[in-house]
């Protein structure tokens, strides 16, 4: 087993910091993928208040439910 020269190791290094600063330079005031579960669990709370007096449990499917719907719409803008 041959041990990797310093120019090896100091390129590895560069590659991974400009895999880093790709991320970074997505613009996080654009993004809104993360309102979307917030949005789906305040809507889920919402409609849930109007099952509320009928079943409690409705009213945590119906925080489960928006919570679930937040991720789905999340996974697809994050895609774009």
């Not at 020269?5 to 613009?27: A, F, G, I, S, Y």
């Not at 789906?40 to 679930?68: D, H, W, Y």
């Amino acid at each position: 087993m041959t041990k990797p020269n310093n120019v090896t190791v100091q390129n590895n290094l560069n590659n991974k910091k400009k895999e880093v600063n790709k991320m970074d330079r997505t613009n996080k005031k654009d993004d809104k993928s993360t309102w979307a579960i917030g949005g789906g669990v305040l809507m889920g709370v919402g409609a849930g208040f109007f099952f509320l007096k009928e079943s409690p449990l409705a009213f945590v499917a119906c925080i489960l439910l928006g919570i679930g719907l937040g991720l789905v719409i999340t996974s697809i803008i994050s895609r774009k």
